[in-house]
Each structure stands twice: as C-alpha cells, then as structure tokens.
C-alpha cells in the first residue's frame, strides 16, 4: 500500500482563498482589514521563518500586519509592554507571541497577558480552559488544522481510536479537546516520553498524531495497516528539517499528512481564520 496524501498545502490554498472572501467583505463593512500581530523575540531562525510566513499569508489573504520584534535579551517588562501595546492596539485584531520564548523569560505571563479576545493562537489560559468547558473560543491552530483536514479528506472520525504522540501545549494537549467533542467523537490516547509500550498504543490507532519533536520516531511496523498518520513533528538537523515520522511509514499508512506539506500549511491557514473569526465577532458587536 502507498498512503494517500493528506494534502495540507493545496487545502490550506482553498480555504485562505474562502477566507479572502470573507475578508474583502469585512474590509469593506468596517472600512479597514483585520490585522495580525507577531511578537518575535530574539533571532532564533526557525522562528524567524515561521513568522515571515504568517506575515506572507496575510499580504496574500488581504489581512494587515503588524510586526513586533524584540531582541534575545529583552526584559520580561519590555515582552509586557508589546503584550499591552497589541491588546490596546484597535488596528490589532488578533495577535501571536512566538513561541518558545527566550527561557529567562516567563511565557505562561506573556500569554496570560493578553486580551484572550485577541488570542490568534487559542493558547490562552481562558480560550484552553473555554475548549475544555465546550464554549465557543479561538481553537489552537494545529489542532484545529489536523481536524480541518480530517474532515475535508473524509477520514472518518466517529468512533475512531486516535493515538496522539506528544503533550506540548500547542498541539498534543489540546487535540484531545477537540477530537473527543461529540461533533467528532473520537477517542483518543495521549502519550509521551513516559510512555510505556508507545509500539503497542500507536498500532491500536486508525489515526496517528505524531506531535513528539523526534525525528523518525513512528516507524512503520508500528502502524496498524491502513492508518491514517499526520506528521507534525519538525526537528532541524544537519540534513535538513526532519519529522516525526519515518518514510517508510508511508508504506504501510492509509493516508499521510507529510512533513513538509502537511500540517504546517494547514496551522497556518488556521490562524488566518482565527483572525477572521475574531474581525466578523467585532463587526457584529458594533
Ligand atoms: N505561538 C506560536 N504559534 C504557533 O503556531 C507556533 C509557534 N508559536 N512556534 C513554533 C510552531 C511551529 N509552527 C509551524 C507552523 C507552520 C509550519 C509550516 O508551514 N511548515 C511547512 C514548511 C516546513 C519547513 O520546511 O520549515 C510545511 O510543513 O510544509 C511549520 C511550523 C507554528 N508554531
């Protein structure tokens, strides 16, 4: 067997052009374009080319962009004061603190500073723990990315056993939120380093997240045949950038979601519609 393709670069083409839509509508509705902050702190590369993608989607969908840059060794006072520059900011829809920060500074009081309104990224305190209580809140973009492309490649969902790898706060910890809602009803196993027998719960999965940051880790007599396996994993290494699953996992799985091509597309599509959300609940309140 070849695994079909989950194809997060082409989906994630459509839905920023349904999403262009709707934002030349809101454009013209409320005289201006959603924008979309970025705080970028220090020079990390990776980083760096993650957030100039974000900011090249937006020129391509017609969202602004306001770009925060602050060096390696910014204080924890100076992140606050962008924090609180952004959440007061009417041109600043929603906004990202890139992550991981510099470790000398606090993310968990970054991130619980921020106007939960105008959380691009549903990482904040209120918007996780709104998900964990089933009220509407900006969802975490990759989560929201894996499920989109579930959906949109029909791969069925309800009923489904589906063993996450990894329990990173972007990815791992909330995917479980949303696939067990009963709109998916998914049953799902969290694991991670601590695991014991990863082997024997990744074979019990119809659908594989593997969110774990270790290059090759999911090989493919791991796989129950047929599986569907998403690759969200992205390590740098000498070669190259490198994800969590081996690629003759691709062998043996149903359907694949590669790295790149992927996920990543689809996370970033995400945010745009995160960004939109929050534009049309704006326009509405007024
Ligand atoms: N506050 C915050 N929000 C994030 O969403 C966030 C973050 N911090 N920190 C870092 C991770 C990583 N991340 C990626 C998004 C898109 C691709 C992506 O588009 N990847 C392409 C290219 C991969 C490559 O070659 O670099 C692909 O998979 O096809 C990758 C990684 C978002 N993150």
């Not at 069925?156 to 990815?171: D, E, K, M, N, S």
Request: aromatic share 2%.
């Amino acid at each position: 067997m070849t695994a079909q393709l989950l194809d997060g670069k082409a989906t994630a083409a459509v839905i920023r052009r349904e999403l262009a839509e709707r934002i030349a509508k809101l454009t013209a509705l409320t005289g201006r374009p959603p924008g979309l902050g970025t705080v970028l702190v220090g020079d990390d590369p990776g980083s760096r080319a993650y957030v100039a993608g974000k900011h090249h989607d937006c020129a391509e969908a017609g969202i602004a962009s306001l770009r925060r840059e602050l060096p390696a060794d910014a204080t924890q006072h100076q992140v606050e004061d962008v924090i609180d520059e952004l959440n007061a900011d009417p041109a600043c829809t929603g906004y990202i603190v890139q992550l991981p920060l510099p470790r000398h500074l606090d993310a968990g009081a970054v991130l619980e500073r921020m106007d939960p309104a105008k959380d691009a990224d549903g990482l904040h305190p209120v918007n996780l723990g709104r998900l964990t209580l089933g009220v509407e809140a900006p969802l975490p973009c990759t989560p929201r990315g894996i499920v989109e492309l579930l959906r949109r490649y029909e791969v069925p969902l309800a009923g489904a056993r589906v063993c996450v790898v990894g329990r990173g706060i972007t990815v791992g910890r909330p995917i479980g939120l949303l696939l067990t809602r009963r709109s998916e009803n998914a049953t799902v196993t969290l694991c991670h380093t601590g695991t014991k027998g990863l082997a024997w719960h990744v074979r019990e999965a119809d659908i594989v997240v593997a969110a774990a940051g270790s290059p090759g880790l999911i090989t493919k007599d791991m796989l129950r045949p047929g599986a569907a396996v998403l690759d969200v994993g992205i390590t740098r290494t000498e070669h190259g950038p490198a994800g969590d699953v081996h690629p003759e996992a691709a062998e043996v799985a149903g359907w694949l979601a590669p790295m790149p091509g992927g996920v990543g597309p689809m996370t970033r599509a995400m945010l745009l519609a995160n960004v939109v959300e929050a534009a049309e609940r704006n326009a509405t309140a007024v």
